[in-house]
């Protein structure tokens, strides 16, 4: 086969395998919303499962490795081969990467009675699976700059393992090192990946308007320099999350990424939610930091998991929601444009969030908020099923905008 289209046409099976997007958008969005409504009946104390952790902590890695890991490969699964020029990974191969990653989703859920070892292996499984097809790819397409995406993919794998090995030891998985290792490299996904395409997509909409007020090119001095002080600052927040320098250094790179983000235009987006929500996405970033700095220097302000949920549900659930409407929509031949269910999802997220933050400095309604932001997110994710799953799901028609 000498082109992707060509690849394509020649596959006779599931039009959801056709490409990497399909299967992972649609799966990981399935689960988000599923694994939430399973964690509100746990709340609720009308459920109990035989996880492999803890309650807290199974809710936590099931959506950073769960959902993100789904998030993370499908756009991965379908920008690499554009990076590369390399053929998409189509068909039975890319049916085994999204059973790998069903499979661990059912050992980490119902594997209470498993020996650690075999579940951590599972879930561990479609991580390495996933990074030696994309650096097959990178590698064989000599395209060097974006092997940075496999190490972070690798960091992220390294923290989904250390997660199983403080949930099989007497840690507590939901407050180690392996969630905020792999939330740290979900973030710098976030602040690589986002900082080319949030100004690029701002730019060829404002561009298409005749706006003459455009974003700053990406990938400027100064946003290596904040990536590079994302990255120490994170790396700290890791190893010793709860000493000054760290505190001070979240701070730091809060004020630098809302520079950073200020230098996109955002404000002149208004008119397009695929775009301003970007925009709002990578937003979280920086605050997810500042609330973060605030909770490791002054503890009693405000609750660390509330400021971590500004990273968690906010930056990740929402910058991959954006991101997954965004490229169903081109890739399936649909209009880049948002409608009013597609801003409905972007509101009902952000509500969430919201309701979630509020709910750490409201000990005494904390249940019934957390009750809200859960609907409120199974909602938004039971929205983008049933709009874009139809997409996902049939063959391709018409050309990508």
Excluded: C
């Excluded at 790396?235 to 996109?264: D, E, M, N, Q």
């Amino acid at each position: 086969m000498k082109t992707t289209a060509d690849q394509m046409r020649a596959w006779r099976g599931p039009a959801v395998l056709t490409f990497g997007f399909r299967p992972f958008f649609l799966g990981g969005a399935i689960w988000a919303g599923l694994a939430m409504t399973l964690w509100v009946a746990m709340l609720a104390g009308v459920l109990d499962l035989p996880t492999a952790f803890d309650p807290t902590s199974w809710h936590a890695h099931e959506f950073l490795y769960g959902y993100l890991g789904a998030a993370a490969a499908g756009f991965l699964l379908t920008a690499v081969p554009n990076w590369t020029g390399q053929l998409p990974v189509v068909g039975w191969r890319l049916g085994g990467l999204a059973a790998l990653w069903l499979l661990g989703r059912i050992v980490v859920t119902f594997g209470g009675g498993l020996p650690a070892l075999i579940v951590a292996l599972i879930d561990l499984s479609f991580y390495l699976a996933l990074i030696a097809v994309l650096a097959r790819e990178i590698i064989r397409g000599k395209n060097w700059r974006n092997l940075v995406v496999v190490l972070m993919l690798g960091v992220m794998t390294l923290g989904n393992a250390l997660f199983h090995w403080d949930g099989a030891g007497a840690g507590y998985g939901a407050g180690g090192a392996g969630l905020r290792l792999g939330l740290g490299a979900g973030i710098m996904m976030i602040g690589v990946i986002g900082g080319r395409i949030v100004p690029s997509f701002t730019r060829n909409w404002l561009v298409r308007r005749g706006d003459g007020v455009l974003p700053v090119p990406p990938m400027q001095r100064f946003d290596k320099a904040a990536l590079l002080m994302l990255a120490m600052a994170l790396l700290a927040w890791v190893i010793v999350p709860k000493a000054l320098p760290t505190g001070l250094g979240l701070l730091v790179v809060g004020v630098l990424h809302l520079i950073r983000l200020s230098r996109w235009a955002g404000h002149r987006t208004g008119a397009e939610p695929l775009v301003w929500v970007l925009h709002v996405g990578y937003l979280f970033v920086p605050l997810g930091a500042l609330a973060v700095g605030v909770a490791v220097l002054w503890p009693g302000t405000s609750g660390t998991a509330a400021a971590q949920h500004l990273w968690m549900a906010g930056g990740v659930g929402l910058m991959t929601l954006a991101v997954m409407t965004r490229a169903t929509l081109g890739h399936t031949g649909q209009p880049l444009t948002a409608g009013r269910g597609t801003v409905g999802i972007y509101l009902l997220l952000i509500a969430a969030v919201v309701l979630r933050v509020v709910a750490g400095g409201l000990p005494d309604i904390a249940g019934g908020l957390h009750t809200l932001a859960g609907l409120s997110w199974v909602a938004a994710f039971s929205t983008f099923v049933v709009i874009y799953g139809p997409l996902l799901m049939r063959p391709r028609r018409g050309r990508a905008v």
